[in-house]
Protein backbone atom coordinates (compact mmCIF):
# COMPACT_ATOMS: atom_id res chain seq x y z
CA UNK A 1 0.00 0.00 0.00
CA UNK A 2 3.00 2.49 0.76
CA UNK A 3 4.02 2.13 -3.05
CA UNK A 4 0.62 2.45 -5.00
CA UNK A 5 0.14 5.52 -4.91
CA UNK A 6 3.79 5.98 -6.23
CA UNK A 7 2.89 3.81 -9.33
CA UNK A 8 0.07 5.64 -10.00
CA UNK A 9 1.22 9.13 -9.58
CA UNK A 10 4.20 11.36 -9.47
CA UNK A 11 4.38 11.88 -6.02
CA UNK A 12 7.53 13.57 -4.22
CA UNK A 13 7.55 11.00 -1.00
CA UNK A 14 6.34 7.93 0.36
CA UNK A 15 4.62 7.71 3.40
CA UNK A 16 4.93 4.00 5.66
CA UNK A 17 1.49 2.96 5.36
CA UNK A 18 0.45 1.71 9.05
CA UNK A 19 -1.95 1.75 11.56
CA UNK A 20 -1.87 4.40 13.84
CA UNK A 21 -2.73 1.87 16.73
CA UNK A 22 0.44 -0.41 15.94
CA UNK A 23 1.77 0.68 19.44
CA UNK A 24 -1.40 0.39 21.77
CA UNK A 25 -2.04 -3.55 19.35
CA UNK A 26 1.45 -4.64 20.43
CA UNK A 27 0.75 -3.31 24.62
CA UNK A 28 -1.89 -6.31 24.28
CA UNK A 29 -4.97 -4.22 24.46
CA UNK A 30 -6.91 -6.57 21.76
CA UNK A 31 -7.36 -4.64 18.80
CA UNK A 32 -9.67 -5.14 16.12
CA UNK A 33 -11.77 -3.32 13.52
CA UNK A 34 -15.79 -3.35 13.17
CA UNK A 35 -16.78 -3.08 9.86
CA UNK A 36 -18.48 0.94 9.88
CA UNK A 37 -17.51 1.64 13.27
CA UNK A 38 -13.53 1.56 12.89
CA UNK A 39 -10.79 0.36 15.59
CA UNK A 40 -11.90 -1.05 18.50
CA UNK A 41 -9.75 -2.66 21.95
CA UNK A 42 -11.11 -5.24 23.58
CA UNK A 43 -9.23 -3.96 26.77
CA UNK A 44 -9.39 -0.57 27.20
CA UNK A 45 -7.41 1.31 30.13
CA UNK A 46 -9.68 3.19 32.78
CA UNK A 47 -7.90 2.89 36.00
CA UNK A 48 -4.40 3.17 37.34
CA UNK A 49 -4.76 -0.58 37.87
CA UNK A 50 -4.90 -0.86 33.69
CA UNK A 51 -1.91 1.41 33.26
CA UNK A 52 -0.09 -0.62 35.72
CA UNK A 53 -0.69 -3.69 33.87
CA UNK A 54 0.40 -1.53 30.77
CA UNK A 55 4.20 -2.32 29.26
CA UNK A 56 6.25 -0.56 26.88
CA UNK A 57 6.36 -3.30 23.67
CA UNK A 58 9.52 -4.79 22.65
CA UNK A 59 9.92 -2.76 19.00
CA UNK A 60 12.48 -5.78 17.69
CA UNK A 61 9.35 -8.16 18.73
CA UNK A 62 6.12 -7.00 18.84
CA UNK A 63 6.84 -4.44 16.21
CA UNK A 64 9.69 -5.82 13.87
CA UNK A 65 7.21 -6.45 11.22
CA UNK A 66 7.33 -2.48 10.64
CA UNK A 67 10.21 -1.81 10.71
CA UNK A 68 11.01 -5.05 8.44
CA UNK A 69 8.40 -3.12 6.28
CA UNK A 70 10.54 0.03 5.93
CA UNK A 71 13.25 -2.00 5.03
CA UNK A 72 11.78 -3.48 2.49
CA UNK A 73 10.14 -0.53 0.51
CA UNK A 74 13.44 1.48 1.16
CA UNK A 75 14.82 -1.50 -1.12
CA UNK A 76 11.51 -1.20 -3.60
CA UNK A 77 12.14 2.64 -3.49
CA UNK A 78 15.56 2.42 -5.44
CA UNK A 79 16.26 6.05 -4.14
CA UNK A 80 13.76 7.41 -6.36
CA UNK A 81 11.89 9.55 -3.56
CA UNK A 82 12.44 9.97 0.61
CA UNK A 83 10.46 7.21 2.92
CA UNK A 84 8.32 8.78 5.59
CA UNK A 85 7.68 6.98 8.74
CA UNK A 86 5.21 8.25 11.50
CA UNK A 87 3.55 6.97 14.33
CA UNK A 88 0.70 8.98 16.64
CA UNK A 89 0.76 11.68 19.35
CA UNK A 90 0.58 10.29 23.00
CA UNK A 91 -2.51 12.13 23.26
CA UNK A 92 -3.77 10.87 20.39
CA UNK A 93 -2.88 7.16 21.25
CA UNK A 94 -4.31 7.83 24.68
CA UNK A 95 -7.73 8.92 23.30
CA UNK A 96 -8.08 5.31 21.27
CA UNK A 97 -6.84 3.52 24.75
CA UNK A 98 -9.15 5.20 27.17
CA UNK A 99 -12.33 5.59 25.31
CA UNK A 100 -11.95 1.87 23.47
CA UNK A 101 -11.56 3.37 20.06
CA UNK A 102 -13.11 6.44 18.07
CA UNK A 103 -14.98 9.02 19.95
CA UNK A 104 -16.56 12.60 19.49
CA UNK A 105 -16.50 13.73 22.74
CA UNK A 106 -13.38 11.81 24.09
CA UNK A 107 -15.38 12.14 27.63
CA UNK A 108 -13.73 9.31 29.15
CA UNK A 109 -10.11 10.66 28.42
CA UNK A 110 -11.17 14.03 29.23
CA UNK A 111 -12.72 12.66 32.72
CA UNK A 112 -9.07 11.21 33.27
CA UNK A 113 -7.50 14.01 32.53
CA UNK A 114 -9.54 16.36 34.60
CA UNK A 115 -10.05 13.93 37.46
CA UNK A 116 -6.85 12.08 37.68
CA UNK A 117 -4.50 14.11 35.87
CA UNK A 118 -1.28 12.51 37.48
CA UNK A 119 -2.94 8.96 35.94
CA UNK A 120 -3.25 10.51 32.57
CA UNK A 121 0.52 11.72 32.88
CA UNK A 122 1.57 8.62 33.80
CA UNK A 123 -0.16 7.23 30.42
CA UNK A 124 1.37 9.69 28.29
CA UNK A 125 5.20 9.12 29.79
CA UNK A 126 4.94 5.41 28.85
CA UNK A 127 3.38 6.68 25.07
CA UNK A 128 5.98 9.26 24.82
CA UNK A 129 9.08 6.80 25.95
CA UNK A 130 7.56 3.68 23.50
CA UNK A 131 6.96 6.37 20.46
CA UNK A 132 10.52 7.33 21.22
CA UNK A 133 12.05 3.63 20.72
CA UNK A 134 9.41 3.17 17.68
CA UNK A 135 10.21 5.95 15.66
CA UNK A 136 14.02 5.86 16.23
CA UNK A 137 13.78 2.43 15.43
CA UNK A 138 11.78 3.29 12.04
CA UNK A 139 14.68 5.56 11.42
CA UNK A 140 17.36 3.18 12.11
CA UNK A 141 15.82 0.66 9.32
CA UNK A 142 15.88 3.15 6.77
CA UNK A 143 13.07 6.12 7.21
CA UNK A 144 14.33 9.03 5.65
CA UNK A 145 11.93 11.43 7.69
CA UNK A 146 9.22 11.37 10.61
CA UNK A 147 6.12 12.37 11.23
CA UNK A 148 4.04 12.51 14.37
CA UNK A 149 0.23 12.46 13.79
CA UNK A 150 -1.46 14.51 16.66
CA UNK A 151 -4.60 13.40 15.28
CA UNK A 152 -6.70 14.58 18.19
CA UNK A 153 -4.79 17.24 19.96
CA UNK A 154 -6.92 19.95 18.98
CA UNK A 155 -9.81 18.45 20.77
CA UNK A 156 -8.16 19.96 24.27
CA UNK A 157 -9.31 23.05 25.96
CA UNK A 158 -6.41 25.75 25.55
CA UNK A 159 -4.65 25.17 28.82
CA UNK A 160 -4.38 21.51 28.21
CA UNK A 161 -2.84 21.25 25.20
CA UNK A 162 0.73 21.94 26.19
CA UNK A 163 0.84 19.97 29.22
CA UNK A 164 -0.44 16.62 27.78
CA UNK A 165 -0.14 17.18 24.43
CA UNK A 166 2.74 19.26 23.34
CA UNK A 167 5.01 18.79 25.52
CA UNK A 168 5.00 15.10 25.10
CA UNK A 169 5.95 15.52 21.56
CA UNK A 170 8.61 17.86 22.62
CA UNK A 171 10.35 15.10 24.37
CA UNK A 172 9.56 12.89 21.26
CA UNK A 173 11.38 15.06 19.46
CA UNK A 174 14.19 15.63 21.79
CA UNK A 175 14.58 11.79 21.85
CA UNK A 176 15.17 11.42 18.30
CA UNK A 177 17.15 14.49 17.86
CA UNK A 178 19.57 13.12 20.72
CA UNK A 179 20.33 9.86 17.71
CA UNK A 180 23.61 10.24 15.38
CA UNK A 181 21.48 9.03 12.71
CA UNK A 182 19.12 11.82 13.10
CA UNK A 183 20.92 14.75 11.71
CA UNK A 184 20.07 14.29 8.01
CA UNK A 185 16.47 12.72 9.12
CA UNK A 186 13.69 15.99 9.24
CA UNK A 187 10.61 15.65 11.98
CA UNK A 188 7.61 17.07 10.85
CA UNK A 189 4.69 17.28 13.87
CA UNK A 190 1.27 17.66 13.19
CA UNK A 191 -1.34 18.61 15.30
CA UNK A 192 -5.03 18.95 13.43
CA UNK A 193 -7.02 21.76 14.99
CA UNK A 194 -3.37 23.87 16.20
CA UNK A 195 -3.48 26.56 14.33
CA UNK A 196 -3.60 28.52 17.72
CA UNK A 197 -0.53 26.65 19.28
CA UNK A 198 2.00 27.28 16.23
CA UNK A 199 4.35 29.59 17.93
CA UNK A 200 5.35 27.27 20.75
CA UNK A 201 5.07 23.63 17.87
CA UNK A 202 7.36 25.64 16.20
CA UNK A 203 9.57 25.70 19.39
CA UNK A 204 10.01 22.33 19.71
CA UNK A 205 12.85 21.48 17.94
CA UNK A 206 10.69 19.97 14.81
CA UNK A 207 11.68 20.40 11.35
CA UNK A 208 8.32 21.30 10.07
CA UNK A 209 4.59 21.57 10.87
CA UNK A 210 1.95 20.15 9.25
CA UNK A 211 -1.25 22.53 9.43
CA UNK A 212 -4.97 21.38 8.35
CA UNK A 213 -6.75 23.50 6.31
CA UNK A 214 -8.09 25.79 8.94
CA UNK A 215 -5.26 27.75 9.07
CA UNK A 216 -4.09 30.16 6.37
CA UNK A 217 -0.66 29.25 5.28
CA UNK A 218 0.45 32.63 4.35
CA UNK A 219 -0.29 33.42 8.03
CA UNK A 220 0.79 30.44 8.94
CA UNK A 221 4.01 31.28 7.69
CA UNK A 222 4.63 34.92 9.21
CA UNK A 223 3.52 33.72 12.51
CA UNK A 224 6.87 30.83 12.81
CA UNK A 225 9.15 32.69 10.45
CA UNK A 226 12.07 30.69 9.66
CA UNK A 227 11.80 28.20 12.05
CA UNK A 228 10.29 25.54 10.39
CA UNK A 229 9.03 24.46 7.59
CA UNK A 230 5.41 23.80 6.59
CA UNK A 231 2.97 21.06 5.31
CA UNK A 232 0.01 21.65 3.70
CA UNK A 233 -2.59 22.60 3.36
CA UNK A 234 -5.60 22.29 0.82
CA UNK A 235 -8.82 20.82 1.86
CA UNK A 236 -9.15 17.14 1.23
CA UNK A 237 -12.96 17.73 0.47
CA UNK A 238 -11.31 19.73 -2.65
CA UNK A 239 -11.15 16.83 -4.35
CA UNK A 240 -14.99 16.24 -4.49
CA UNK A 241 -15.31 19.41 -6.45
CA UNK A 242 -14.59 20.13 -10.22
CA UNK A 243 -10.86 19.99 -11.70
CA UNK A 244 -11.24 23.73 -12.32
CA UNK A 245 -12.06 24.09 -8.59
CA UNK A 246 -9.19 21.91 -8.16
CA UNK A 247 -6.81 23.77 -9.72
CA UNK A 248 -7.93 27.08 -8.60
CA UNK A 249 -7.24 26.11 -4.90
CA UNK A 250 -3.99 24.41 -5.42
CA UNK A 251 -3.18 27.99 -7.04
CA UNK A 252 -4.70 29.32 -3.55
CA UNK A 253 -2.43 27.66 -1.43
CA UNK A 254 0.25 28.27 -3.31
CA UNK A 255 -0.34 32.08 -3.49
CA UNK A 256 -0.90 32.25 0.05
CA UNK A 257 2.22 30.85 0.97
CA UNK A 258 4.51 32.76 -1.66
CA UNK A 259 7.60 32.61 -3.15
CA UNK A 260 10.95 30.55 -1.80
CA UNK A 261 11.54 26.96 -0.22
CA UNK A 262 9.87 25.46 2.88
CA UNK A 263 6.87 24.31 1.66
CA UNK A 264 5.72 20.55 1.23
CA UNK A 265 2.83 20.52 -0.28
CA UNK A 266 0.16 18.10 0.62
CA UNK A 267 -3.43 17.55 1.71
CA UNK A 268 -4.57 19.03 5.36
CA UNK A 269 -5.75 15.57 6.58
CA UNK A 270 -5.63 11.86 5.08
CA UNK A 271 -7.65 11.53 1.76
CA UNK A 272 -11.40 11.00 2.22
CA UNK A 273 -12.66 7.06 1.19
CA UNK A 274 -14.77 7.56 -2.02
CA UNK A 275 -11.85 10.14 -3.84
CA UNK A 276 -12.29 9.58 -7.41
CA UNK A 277 -8.31 8.58 -7.84
CA UNK A 278 -8.59 10.72 -11.34
CA UNK A 279 -9.11 14.01 -9.04
CA UNK A 280 -5.54 12.89 -7.10
CA UNK A 281 -4.26 13.07 -10.47
CA UNK A 282 -5.81 16.77 -11.11
CA UNK A 283 -4.01 17.92 -7.34
CA UNK A 284 -0.74 16.35 -8.95
CA UNK A 285 -0.66 17.89 -11.87
CA UNK A 286 -1.59 21.25 -10.82
CA UNK A 287 0.90 21.60 -7.74
CA UNK A 288 3.77 20.67 -10.44
CA UNK A 289 2.60 23.04 -13.09
CA UNK A 290 1.69 26.03 -10.49
CA UNK A 291 4.36 25.85 -8.35
CA UNK A 292 6.93 26.49 -10.53
CA UNK A 293 7.08 30.33 -10.74
CA UNK A 294 7.70 30.41 -6.87
CA UNK A 295 10.24 28.63 -7.01
CA UNK A 296 12.17 30.36 -9.70
CA UNK A 297 15.48 31.31 -8.74
CA UNK A 298 16.04 28.78 -5.31
CA UNK A 299 18.55 26.52 -4.60
Known amino acids: MTLQPLRRFPLDAAILFSDILTIPDAMGLGLHFIEGEGPKFDSPVRSARDISKLGKPDIGDELAYVTDAVRLIRQELEGKVPLIGFAGSPWTLATYMIE ?18 DQMHQLLTLLTDSISDYLIAQMQAGAQALMIFDSWGGALAHDCYVPFSLNYMQQIVSSIKSQPEAAHVPVILFTKGGGLWLEQMAQTGADALGLDWCVDIGQARTRVGKHVALQGNIDPAVLYASDHVIQQQVGSVLTSYGEGTGHVFNLGHGIHPGIDPEKVSVLVQAVHTLSKPFHQGCA
Request: net charge positive.
Open 100 to 117: GGSSREFSLAKKMLFDQP
